[in-house]
């Protein structure tokens, strides 16, 4: 296996013969039909086989209304050319919100989301004559929750690695069962209102360690939400995806971004050998994508790792790291094989119910040779883009008119966006938007050495 290397391929024989000196199993193809393909999701067709996966931009209203620079990044989306944009984050309550400027939508502001969701269905048609599908988030932020300028976090179970980092020193910050029970009508009324303002669908976010992530890899948590049994540590997830379908019937989609490989040691991470955390077991993740599916679920968007943990690069290979994240040992190639791997096995688990693949900005424009092979293979039915959708929003529509992306637009992996995230500032692509993202990433990165500072 290769070390972990700056992407440097200069055409597609190069990356492929990197994949063959490192003896991966992974395809390309210059074949790129299959990203025409249309995918039936529920009772909706898309356009094509290109999403826009959710990645926050933390620049909303302090009501939870859209600003003008999360509008102006969800035209940029719904002019780009894509079938399907999976929104961001959008807290089911106050205290759920990873951070003051989340997306919320409420009673107050449903009528500016339903303006806006058409504008975008509008823009999207107009565009490139896509029936635009819009799929909104619902999360708890759990251990990551910060409604305001200081972390409030809330668990599901004390966990060693992690309490230290993330601001919890008491048992008292380990949400009850009957918190749990009250928060899952607290989905189905934000689903209710997601139909209102006229999005296709919703998803229930159970990714990346936040709560309902968390919840999975229950193993120490007593009570009917945790322990050894699956159905426990799946059970708040299944309850609420059940609540949910019968709140907003079948003409409605239900969508979960879920992580399937926490890379995080037992007793506390899911889907994760026991005995090495760093390769995974499908028991579970299988087993749970057929709950889910039996339970309403029409769509699947998988993830791994923890992006606030030592190990993000198992859900988002970088070329550089963020700050503080130790550079990996593996080849950025080798883990997207594993993540390729996991999305097959698990649309196989899903059935027909379609999986939006991920793992995929790191390729830059080789992006489309791939995913094309994945969508050929049938490992996934669609392609999603996170960080390189910041970067390169309108990728689907060079895509289709002509043929091939631009290199000079793509993503490449600088990690940026992230930092200015986990420095608190609103984020998206430092190097191609750079007029907008520039003065904000130096203005947060300042504000955190700033605060770092003082607290020396």
Partial sequence: MGNHKMFRYKSLEELRQEIVNEDLHIQLTDDLSPLRNTVKIGHLTTSNAMAVLPMEGCDCNPDGSMSDLTKRRYLRFAKG??????????AVVEEGKANPRALMLNKENLTSFREFVKESKQAAKEANDVSLINILQLTHSGRYSRPGEDRAPMVAFRDPML???SGVISDEQVVTDEYLDSLTEKYVQSAILAKEAGFDGVDIKSCHKYLLSELLGGFTRKGKYGGESLENRSRFLVQTVEAVRKAVGDEFVIGCRLNVFDVHPYPYGFGCDKEDFRKWDSTEPKELIKMLVKAGVNVFALSSSNPYY?????GRPFDIPSIGVPEPEESQLGIIEKIFEYSRVCQEAAGDVPLIGNGYSWFRNFIPNVAAANLKAHTTKMVGLGRSSFAYPDAA????????MDPRKVCVSCSKCTQIMRDHGSTGCVVRDSEVYVPKYREARAQAEALASASR
């Fill in 310 to 314: 030592i190990y993000p690069q198992f």
């Fill in 81 to 90: 050319g894509s079938s399907l944009i999976w929104w961001e984050a959008n």
């Fill in 163 to 165: 309490d230290g980092r």
């Fill in 397 to 404: 529509h060079d895509l289709f008119t002509k043929g091939e």
